[in-house]
């Protein structure tokens, strides 16, 4: 595996259920981020990750908790959704913080019913 | 807070050209260029710092205007691989680095 992974690359829930989107880069970044897309909206910063440790936590709801085990892997756990929260979740790595470019996954496309 | 970015939509004939507008209401300190096709995800373009230097990327260049607050988005002799969803992501000196503010996005069409 090169780049950036997410898995799955799909998923459906019901808002009462948890499940965890995973995100792993193999270019030795040592920065990781999570992203919302929404359909017409921009971009929407969620979580940075630093050195595993939590640099940002842009007002994001609680149902959406972020968990970074080592500079490698992160993780978005969910809990009881909402329909709205319904987008597509992004992972990102870069070298640093600070002026540098940020490699994007694929993404994972959540549906929530 | 986000930058603005303009036009919303473009629609060009392969060879034409169009610019690309991304401003901000605050100062600064750097502004990345990404490209998103449908359904895949974006793919980074560029990096104009503060003080830096004008950047190119094949034929899509890019501009950093700091008394402005804005960057232009160059393209140049268009391809029809060119076409996709164009985001500016800002930087500010107020705030802390590495937090992209992207813009709504430039969707760009290449026709034949």
């Known amino acids: 595996e090169t780049g950036v992974t997410q898995t799955p690359r799909h998923l459906v829930m019901g808002m009462t259920n948890k499940k965890s989107l995973k995100c792993e880069q193999h270019?030795?970044?040592?920065?990781m981020y999570w992203y919302k897309q929404s359909a017409k909206k921009p971009l929407e910063l969620m979580f940075v990750?630093?050195?595993?440790?939590?640099?940002e936590n842009n007002s994001v709801p609680s149902r959406f908790s972020p968990e970074c085990p080592n500079s490698s892997h992160l993780f978005l756990h969910l809990h009881t959704l909402q329909p709205e929260d319904s987008a597509l979740y992004l992972c990102?790595?870069?070298?640093?913080?600070?002026?540098?470019?940020?490699?994007f996954g694929p993404g994972t496309r959540l549906t929530v019913l | 807070q986000q930058p603005v970015q303009s036009p919303q939509a473009v629609i060009l004939r392969e060879g034409e050209d169009a610019v690309i507008n991304c401003s901000s209401s605050?100062?600064?300190?750097?502004v990345h260029w990404y490209r998103q096709k449908h359904g895949e995800a974006p793919v980074f373009l560029m990096i104009?710092?503060?003080?830096?230097e004008q950047k190119g990327h094949e034929k899509i260049s890019a501009s950093f205007n700091e008394k402005k607050q804005q960057s232009s988005l160059y393209l140049t002799a268009s391809q029809l691989s060119y076409s996709g969803t164009y985001f500016c992501?800002?930087?500010?000196?107020?705030?802390?680095?590495?937090?992209?503010?992207f813009g709504a996005g430039t969707q760009v069409v290449v026709t034949p």
């Open positions: 990102a790595s870069s070298p640093g913080l600070a002026g540098v470019e940020q490699f």
């Open positions: 270019l030795g970044h040592n920065a």
């Open positions: 990750y630093s050195l595993e440790e939590r640099v």
């Open positions: 605050k100062a600064l300190y750097s």
């Open positions: 104009l710092l503060k003080g830096g």
């Open positions: 992501g800002t930087e500010t000196t107020t705030d802390s680095w590495g937090k992209l503010q």
